[in-house]
């Protein structure tokens, strides 16, 4: 059974850093992409970041390359989104997602998905 757990949301001023953490369970890596999404209140859920399992490709929404970094630790079956210079519109619940093998920006591609943690950039 796949397991998706974030946490490290939270309130923080614009400029601000918080990182991000995916703690994952019932699959590997190695097959499965694992993706950082954000739904804003009112607006579409959208894909930040996705890293793909087959050879760790990563890519980025343009809203925040160069400002998030994913990562992902195997030891610790945990994938991280390192959040630097947040931004008001940086402000939504995010949620990890899984799905075999690529990347997916459509959400409704995405199989299994984490219960969301809210962040909140406001000064």
């Known amino acids: 059974q796949v397991l998706l757990v974030e946490s490290g949301g939270g309130s923080v001023q614009p400029g601000g850093s918080l990182r991000l953490s995916c703690a994952a369970s019932g699959f590997s890596f190695d097959d499965y992409a694992i993706g950082w999404f954000r739904q804003a209140p009112g607006k579409e859920r959208e894909e930040v970041s996705c890293v793909r399992g087959l050879d760790s490709r990563i890519i980025y929404a343009d809203s925040v390359m160069g400002r998030f970094a994913i990562s992902r630790d195997t030891a610790k079956n945990t994938i991280y989104l390192q959040m630097n210079s947040l931004k008001p519109d940086d402000t939504a619940v995010y949620y990890c997602?899984?799905?075999?093998?690529?990347?997916?920006?459509?959400?409704?591609?995405?199989?299994?998905w984490g219960q969301g943690t809210q962040v909140t950039v406001s000064s």
């Open positions: 997602a899984a799905r075999r093998n690529v990347c997916h920006s459509a959400p409704a591609f995405w199989n299994h």
